[in-house]
């Protein structure tokens, strides 16, 4: 059983929010994986993103909105599942925007987030999490808001703040799969390159460049595994 049904699978959403939802990818998980729901809304500041998502996955109980996490334009109490994936490390403001989705949380609703972090055990899981904090930094040097990937003490500290109950920790580590996976190491091998080329805007460009070198040296040599995930449920 996929790691997200059997998280989830026993829950009920009723109406349920995904904040950060990107193109809905996780709006998608929600959709597959919860026992019922009665609607899902998915907010992202990134209008292109939001219609990419209308058109993907858009239906009658599934909507998407253009919002600012940090103001969330919904009544307090109006939600009775609240979740966020993949996206607390592009946030500017993280303790912001967790305050605002337990705001428009229900008394006994559902908080839950997803997220990637460092603490990675072995070598090809560390390959992920040095690519994806070298892609931050192209990123960030870019001007695009991608910090790096947090600690996983700093997201159970994230969550701690915010005084939930019933408060469960999944780990989603990826210990089976082959880490000198062809496929896999061609379509990193793929993103390694593209980052290389947008990194060309950078003042930076030749220690990007030589930093990409050496991770591309690093996956042939150790390959990779995904990055390990935190999946928190708590309730309010
Ligand atoms: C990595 S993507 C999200 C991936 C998505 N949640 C998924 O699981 O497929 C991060 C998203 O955060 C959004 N974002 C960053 N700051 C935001 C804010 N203040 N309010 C809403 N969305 C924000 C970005 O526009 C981007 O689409």
């Known amino acids: ?13 009723g109406r349920v929010l995904n904040v950060a939802t990107k193109e809905g990818g996780f709006v998608q998980i929600l959709m597959e994986s919860l026992k019922d729901y009665t609607e899902i809304v998915g907010i992202d500041i990134n209008d ?11 239906q009658e109980d599934v909507r998407f909105l253009v919002m600012n996490a940090e103001q969330l334009d919904f009544e307090d109490k109006s939600f009775d599942t609240v979740s966020i994936s993949a996206s607390l490390h ?34 090809a899981e560390l390959t992920s999490v040095y690519l994806h904090q070298w892609v931050a930094e192209v990123d960030s040097a870019l001007g695009r808001l991608h910090n790096s990937t947090l600690a996983r003490q700093e997201l159970t500290d994230y969550i701690a703040s915010l005084g939930l109950s019933n ?12 880490p000198m996976e062809k496929a896999r190491i061609e379509q990193l091998k793929g993103l390694i390159e593209r980052v290389i080329q947008r990194a060309e805007g950078a003042s930076n460009y030749s220690e990007f460049k030589e930093r990409g070198e050496e991770l591309r040296k690093r996956l042939l040599e150790v390959g990779t595994q995904r ?10």
């Open 1 to 13: 059983m996929d790691v997200f049904e059997s998280v989830l699978g026993d829950l009920a959403g």
């Open 48 to 58: 292109r993103a939001i219609e990419r998502a209308r058109d993907i996955l858009g």
């Open 90 to 123: 592009h946030l500017s403001d993280i303790q912001r925007v967790l305050e605002e989705m337990k705001r428009i949380l229900k008394p006994g609703g559902h908080f839950i987030a997803a997220e990637m972090h460092q603490d990675g055990q072995t070598e």
């Open 167 to 178: 408060v469960e920790f999944h780990d989603y580590i990826d210990r089976d799969s082959d």
């Open 227 to 236: 990055e390990p995930i935190l999946i928190v449920i708590g309730e309010k």
